[in-house]
């Protein structure tokens, strides 16, 4: 790190990481895995359209989000500004991915002829997503487009960091909701008898709550958050001298 010394990660760090990707794909994989053993697979001009949802849905909101939220903390030494970007890259791929999800799952209502946005469900996704899309608007205001000044930043930081924490515990909720609905659709009483889909479903519900308590408790570890770099500390001091009146060094 120019200006200074790396900082030391800390040693149990990178295997919660390894941990959570591990969780992470694992997901993804059984996603899939569900989807072409018991729903068919996936075809966007089928009856098999809406199944693009569901893995459209845990690849953006879930594990997209879970590992943008990751960003400050696996690439604790590079530059804050290339932080940055990956951080927004990372969440505007998991918004485009959840957007590809919304379009199939109305899309194959309308063509049914099903009605739309009348479950639990539903509303919690609706909800998910525009905040969704909301706290990046606004996080790309602030954080990336050139202008919003070091104090509004500053002021607004701990806002996104919450937001962001608890949208992805929302999309993590959603997803369970979502996972339960097909299930009572698709098996009906049948469920009950621990048809072989129920219970790889319900293994699926799991890895979805296994892997938002690790990508939360990741961030969670105040001793695991990105230190500040030493320009990132001047810039912070200088601010402070100017509007408080403090020296430097009364941080």
Partial sequence: MEGGA??????????????????????????????????????WESDLQFNAHPLCMVIGLIFLQGNALLVYRVFRN????TTKVLHGLLHI?????????LVAVFDYHRKKGYA????LHSWCGILVFVLYFV??????????????????????????????ATIFLLSVGTALLGLKEALLFNLGGKYSAFEPEGVLANVLGLLLV??????????????????????????????????????PGSQ
């Fill in 6 to 43: 790396a900082a030391t990660t800390p040693a149990a760090l990178p295997y919660y990481v390894a941990f959570s990707q591990l969780l992470g794909l694992t997901l993804v994989a059984m996603t899939g895995a569900w989807l072409g053993l018991y729903r068919g697979g996936i075809a």
């Fill in 78 to 81: 590079e530059a804050k500004r």
């Fill in 93 to 101: 791929f998991a918004l485009v991915i959840a957007l590809v999800g």
């Fill in 116 to 119: 739309d946005l009348y479950s």
């Fill in 135 to 164: 706290q990046w608007l606004v996080g790309f205001s602030f954080f990336l487009f050139p202008g919003a000044s070091f104090s509004l930043r500053s002021r607004y930081r701990p806002q996104h960091i919450f937001f962001g």
């Fill in 210 to 247: 296994c892997f938002g308590g690790a990508v939360l408790y990741i961030l969670t570890r105040a001793d695991w958050k990105r230190p500040s770099q030493a320009e990132e500390q001047a810039l912070s001091m200088d601010f402070k001298t100017l509007t408080e009146g403090d020296s």
